[in-house]
């Protein structure tokens, strides 16, 4: 009913077109399906809850370099102010800046006894005090939070407590709760006193980038150089930077206090990379569908021109208008076809390539299957205004030269 | 004839503007987006060393416990650092890492800054060739016994003493008086192959201070420390003792036989270090424990080209191809539709020969408008990654290489494409079309 026969040989008799049109689709589907599937994983990365209250952490540095400055006193004086600012919910502490790409990572083993102990995954040690996890914005789940007379000032005081993320607890006591489960970091032993839902680390493509740990040392007494996390609703954050700034440096003006940052601003930076890369991928999906269309809107054109006399005859002969579109149309879905499959299998293969090449994960088929598709749909459109002009030839001029 | 062929072609162009505008527009696409990832690969790739780059060499030790790292750390422990630096067996030899130190003025009123720091050995200067505008690097006794001095940029220079030779002068860093001995020329190699650890697109630090002042003035870390197994770290002291590693070390190793005597030495080293308790993992034999990299290799292993720019790259190339099968058609659609043309021509005696480079010079005519344009689209492109995404402007510049490999891709790529058509088009028999006329 197709007239597939007739389509085909005439596809034989002139090769060279619809293989290079064969070629170009092949191409383009391995191009687009390996594309679409590096774009959904960087978008889908993108899209991962944080745990955070993202747009309203701001945070800084500040670095004492007079000599004579008590780090460990400044830091607690430092903290009070910050914490007494107009507008300020909390403020505290923290060695390390969630996803920030850098920071801390660590594990606990669960015995003291070395040689029998079994080791937790890493996982992004953030220190801090009892007002750390309200500034994240973090929610606890189970267990409760530290106390403030918890609080220590060195890794090597005693009284050591924990809370946990949820991935982080699942991945290593399973269902069990980890609640008052005792951990070990060399000799020092560590009581887990909560659960936190969620809290991601520095490195967003880690693959432990979900496990994290807070544990009650206020550690910015340490250092000359520390960081702080302030929090304050978004409407506030932007007249924070004079405040602080100016407060700390009326309370003591031997030190830099910079490197302003939101979270948010954090983590734009961070997931930059792959937001380029879905970027730049996309505008070449985009670019490809075009040329792919305009090329063969183009080809078509020319084939229905030297075609001129042969739908002349056969409109003269009694087929109707309906019948040339269909023509071309199954034309061009016979070569997407047999393209697309072989295009799909390159796709893998391609895909095969990167995954080996660039440890990617590979491709799944449905990658493939769905640029076939929209592939055949953008080729429909290509061709469908040519076609329609092809059908409104009349007979009498198309034959008329014969 | 070159020059009435191009008329010739010009002529063609115009008298099809949509389909030679199509196809000028497949082939600028296709350059663009491909001189666009090319352009930001090479500048990334780019091995700053130059000639050097077999010489300097970083050295490396598997200092690490069994079971622990699945490779070769980049940096390494103060303790073999320390050792290293007292091998005299050794030419120029620097240890090296980055700090940060505010920096102030005598005006009370400018805000003190806080900048960035290499502490380093003063062989640094010389095994990177860092040019010097005034003075030199410190003396060699103050490798040994620390002296408060410091080599800083021209830049830095001119914002504190206008530019003048300051040599001899005093600089305050965390509040101490640092004695001026020299002044380097604008240096900032991208990458930053010295340290492409944190961030091998930073710009160079612009002040230099004794590695030797380390222990005394217990400098900060800005950069990587990896440990392998828990250590309390609780004061400095620890830190300089610990198996933590934190400092690159460089060598300048100029021959072949000099690489070979120094992995010897490495290798008794590792050994030796074996004997007192340290590099504790038995399955590598002392020779497996010592590595020296020379630039080329560390840029490699730093992974200073990020995988995603290989893959667009390699993409990118694919969508050229694209293109190119995709003008391959449109200039098959065109010559044949001339084909009449051609069998006026030869019937009149164009040889096939003629009407073949007739055709490739408008197929390479079509090429230059398409890499021109294509040139224009890498150059915006380039420009908005800079502008909308944090790409470091250090590689988002326009490599001079790119004005001549542009128009040799554009070209080549439309060329290619034109033979084909070309060719099937000067095969025309004259009768055929003679007899329709």
């Given at each position: 009913?197709?007239?597939i026969k007739?389509i085909?040989?005439?596809l034989?008799?002139?090769?060279s077109?619809?293989?290079?049109?064969?070629?170009?689709?092949?191409?383009?589907?391995?191009?687009?399906a390996?594309a679409?599937?590096?774009i959904?994983?960087?978008?889908?990365l993108?899209q991962?809850?944080?745990?955070?209250?993202?747009?309203?952490?701001?945070?800084?540095?500040v670095?004492?370099?007079?000599p004579?400055?008590?780090?460990?006193?400044?830091?607690?004086?430092?903290?009070?102010?910050?914490r007494?600012?107009?507008?300020?919910?909390?403020?505290?502490?923290?060695n390390?800046?969630?996803?920030s790409?850098s920071?801390?990572?660590?594990?606990?083993?669960?015995?003291?006894?070395?040689?029998?102990?079994?080791?937790?995954?890493?996982?992004?040690?953030?220190?801090?005090n009892?007002?750390?996890?309200?500034?994240?914005?973090?929610?606890?789940?189970?267990?409760?939070?530290?106390?403030a007379?918890?609080?220590?000032?060195?890794?090597?005081?005693?009284?050591m407590?924990?809370?946990?993320?949820?991935?982080?607890?699942?991945?290593?006591?399973?269902?069990?709760?980890?609640?008052?489960?005792?951990?070990?970091q060399?000799?020092?032993?560590?009581?887990?006193?909560?659960?936190?839902d969620k809290?991601?680390?520095?490195?967003?493509d880690?693959?432990?980038f979900?496990?994290?740990?807070?544990?009650?040392?206020?550690?910015?007494?340490?250092?000359?150089?520390?960081?702080?996390?302030?929090?304050?609703?978004?409407?506030?954050?932007?007249?924070?930077?004079?405040?602080?700034?100016k407060?700390?440096?009326?309370e003591?003006?031997?030190?830099?206090?910079?490197?302003?940052?939101?979270?948010?601003?954090?983590?734009?930076?961070?997931?930059?990379n792959?937001?380029?890369m879905?970027?730049?991928?996309?505008?070449m999906?985009?670019?490809?569908?075009?040329?792919?269309?305009?090329?063969?809107?183009?080809?078509v054109?020319f084939?229905i021109?030297?075609?001129?006399?042969?739908?002349?005859?056969?409109?003269?002969?009694?087929?109707?208008?309906?019948?040339?579109?269909q023509?071309?149309?199954?034309?061009n879905?016979?070569?997407?076809?047999?393209?697309?499959?072989?295009?799909?299998?390159?796709?893998?293969?391609?895909?095969?390539?990167?995954?080996?090449?660039y440890?990617?994960p590979?491709?799944?088929?449905?990658?493939?299957?769905?640029?076939?598709?929209?592939?055949?749909?953008?080729?429909?459109?290509?061709?469908?205004?040519?076609?329609?002009k092809?059908?409104?030839?009349?007979p009498?001029?198309?034959?008329?030269?014969? | 004839?070159?020059?009435y062929?191009?008329?010739?072609?010009?002529?063609?162009?115009?008298?099809t503007?949509?389909?030679s505008?199509?196809?000028?527009?497949?082939?600028?696409?296709?350059i663009?987006?491909?001189i666009?990832?090319?352009?930001v690969?090479?500048?990334?790739?780019?091995n700053?060393?130059?000639?050097?780059s077999?010489?300097?060499?970083?050295?490396?030790?598997?200092?690490?416990?069994?079971?622990?790292w699945?490779?070769?750390?980049?940096?390494?422990?103060?303790?073999d650092?320390?050792?290293?630096?007292n091998?005299?067996?050794?030419g120029?030899?620097a240890?090296?890492?980055?700090?940060?130190?505010?920096m102030?003025?005598?005006?009370?009123?400018i805000?003190?800054?806080l900048?960035?720091v290499?502490?380093?050995?003063?062989?640094?200067?010389r095994?990177?060739?860092?040019?010097?505008?005034?003075?030199?690097?410190?003396?060699?006794?103050?490798?040994?016994?620390?002296?408060?001095?410091?080599?800083?940029s021209q830049?830095l220079?001119?914002?504190?003493f206008?530019?003048?030779?300051?040599?001899?002068k005093?600089?305050f860093?965390?509040?101490?008086?640092?004695?001026?001995?020299?002044?380097i020329e604008?240096w900032?190699?991208?990458p930053?192959?010295?340290?492409?650890?944190n961030?091998?697109?930073n710009?160079?630090?612009e002040?230099?201070?004794p590695f030797?002042l380390?222990g005394?003035?217990e400098f900060?870390?800005?950069?990587?420390?990896?440990?392998?197994k828990?250590?309390?770290?609780l004061?400095?002291?620890d830190?300089?003792?610990?198996?933590?590693?934190?400092?690159?070390?460089?060598?300048?190793l100029?021959?072949?036989?000099?690489?070979?005597?120094?992995?010897?030495?490495l290798?008794?080293?590792?050994?030796?270090?074996?004997?007192?308790?340290?590099?504790?993992?038995?399955?590598?034999?002392?020779a497996?424990l010592?590595?020296?990299?020379?630039?080329?290799?560390?840029l490699?292993?730093?992974?200073?080209?990020?995988k995603?720019?290989?893959?667009?790259?390699?993409?990118?190339?694919?969508?050229?191809?694209?293109?190119l099968?995709?003008?391959?058609?449109?200039?098959?659609?065109?010559?044949?539709?001339?084909?009449?043309?051609?069998g006026?021509?030869?019937?009149?005696?164009?040889s096939?020969?003629?009407i073949?480079?007739?055709y490739?010079?408008?197929?390479?005519?079509?090429g230059?408008?398409?890499?021109?344009?294509?040139?224009?689209w890498?150059?915006?492109?380039?420009?908005?990654?800079?502008?909308?995404f944090?790409?470091?402007?250090n590689?988002?510049?326009l490599d001079?290489?790119?004005?001549f490999?542009?128009p040799?891709?554009?070209?080549?790529?439309?060329?290619?494409a034109?033979?084909?058509?070309?060719?099937?088009?000067?095969?025309?028999k004259?009768s055929?079309?003679?007899?329709?006329?």
């Amino acid at each position: 009913m197709l007239h597939i026969k007739p389509i085909l040989s005439s596809l034989m008799r002139s090769k060279s077109a619809p293989i290079l049109l064969l070629l170009q689709i092949i191409l383009s589907v391995a191009i687009v399906a390996n594309a679409s599937f590096i774009i959904n994983e960087r978008l889908s990365l993108m899209q991962r809850e944080s745990g955070y209250a993202e747009d309203q952490i701001l945070t800084f540095n500040v670095y004492n370099f007079d000599p004579a400055i008590d780090n460990m006193k400044q830091n607690q004086v430092d903290q009070q102010i910050l914490r007494s600012l107009p507008n300020v919910i909390d403020a505290s502490y923290s060695n390390m800046l969630p996803l920030s790409d850098s920071g801390w990572m660590d594990r606990y083993v669960d015995s003291p006894d070395e040689d029998a102990a079994k080791s937790t995954p890493g996982f992004a040690f953030y220190l801090g005090n009892e007002h750390l996890l309200n500034v994240m914005g973090a929610k606890l789940i189970a267990g409760r939070n530290f106390t403030a007379d918890e609080i220590n000032t060195s890794l090597d005081d005693s009284g050591m407590l924990a809370l946990v993320s949820q991935p982080l607890a699942k991945a290593f006591w399973g269902d069990e709760s980890p609640l008052g489960k005792t951990v070990y970091q060399g000799e020092q032993a560590v009581t887990i006193i909560g659960v936190v839902d969620k809290l991601q680390g520095a490195w967003v493509d880690h693959e432990n980038f979900e496990y994290s740990v807070i544990q009650n040392i206020d550690f910015g007494g340490s250092s000359s150089n520390k960081s702080y996390m302030v929090r304050a609703l978004p409407e506030h954050i932007s007249g924070l930077e004079e405040v602080i700034r100016k407060a700390l440096h009326a309370e003591n003006p031997n030190r830099v206090v910079e490197n302003f940052q939101t979270l948010t601003s954090i983590k734009n930076l961070t997931y930059s990379n792959h937001r380029l890369m879905a970027t730049v991928l996309s505008i070449m999906v985009v670019l490809l569908l075009l040329i792919t269309a305009l090329g063969l809107t183009g080809m078509v054109m020319f084939n229905i021109q030297r075609r001129t006399k042969q739908i002349g005859t056969r409109r003269a002969l009694g087929a109707n208008k309906r019948d040339i579109i269909q023509y071309f149309m199954v034309e061009n879905y016979l070569i997407c076809i047999v393209g697309g499959v072989i295009g799909g299998m390159l796709a893998l293969v391609l895909g095969q390539q990167l995954m080996s090449l660039y440890s990617l994960p590979m491709v799944p088929v449905i990658y493939p299957i769905v640029s076939v598709i929209g592939l055949l749909v953008v080729t429909t459109l290509a061709v469908i205004v040519p076609a329609t002009k092809a059908a409104n030839i009349s007979p009498a001029m198309a034959t008329r030269s014969v | 004839m070159f020059f009435y062929y191009c008329d010739l072609a010009w002529r063609s162009i115009r008298k099809t503007p949509m389909l030679s505008m199509l196809m000028v527009l497949a082939i600028s696409i296709g350059i663009g987006i491909t001189i666009t990832t090319l352009n930001v690969y090479k500048t990334m790739s780019y091995n700053p060393a130059g000639d050097r780059s077999e010489v300097i060499n970083s050295v490396q030790l598997w200092s690490q416990g069994l079971d622990t790292w699945d490779e070769f750390s980049s940096s390494i422990t103060y303790i073999d650092a320390m050792n290293l630096r007292n091998n005299s067996d050794l030419g120029l030899k620097a240890a090296s890492y980055r700090t940060g130190l505010a920096m102030q003025s005598d005006d009370p009123k400018i805000e003190p800054v806080l900048n960035s720091v290499r502490v380093t050995d003063r062989d640094f200067f010389r095994i990177f060739s860092v040019p010097f505008l005034y003075g030199s690097y410190w003396d060699a006794s103050v490798d040994l016994r620390p002296a408060y001095q410091v080599v800083i940029s021209q830049k830095l220079n001119l914002r504190f003493f206008e530019g003048k030779n300051s040599v001899g002068k005093t600089l305050f860093l965390d509040r101490k008086p640092y004695q001026i001995v020299g002044v380097i020329e604008d240096w900032n190699p991208q990458p930053k192959y010295y340290d492409p650890l944190n961030g091998a697109f930073n710009d160079a630090e612009e002040i230099f201070i004794p590695f030797s002042l380390t222990g005394q003035e217990e400098f900060d870390v800005w950069g990587n420390t990896s440990g392998w197994k828990f250590e309390t770290m609780l004061t400095y002291n620890d830190r300089l003792t610990s198996e933590k590693v934190w400092i690159q070390f460089w060598t300048e190793l100029n021959t072949d036989e000099q690489k070979q005597s120094f992995l010897g030495w490495l290798t008794r080293y590792a050994e030796q270090q074996r004997t007192i308790g340290r590099f504790t993992d038995t399955a590598k034999t002392p020779a497996e424990l010592v590595q020296i990299s020379d630039i080329d290799k560390w840029l490699e292993d730093n992974n200073v080209v990020p995988k995603d720019n290989k893959i667009l790259v390699g993409l990118s190339l694919l969508f050229l191809s694209v293109c190119l099968v995709n003008i391959l058609g449109l200039l098959l659609t065109k010559f044949l539709k001339r084909a009449p043309e051609v069998g006026v021509r030869r019937a009149i005696g164009a040889s096939r020969g003629q009407i073949f480079s007739q055709y490739m010079v408008e197929v390479g005519m079509i090429g230059f408008f398409g890499g021109v344009i294509g040139l224009l689209w890498a150059w915006g492109s380039l420009a908005a990654l800079n502008a909308y995404f944090s790409v470091d402007q250090n590689v988002t510049g326009l490599d001079a290489s790119m004005w001549f490999i542009t128009p040799i891709i554009a070209i080549s790529t439309a060329v290619l494409a034109g033979i084909y058509p070309a060719w099937v088009v000067c095969r025309t028999k004259p009768s055929v079309y003679l007899k329709a006329q």
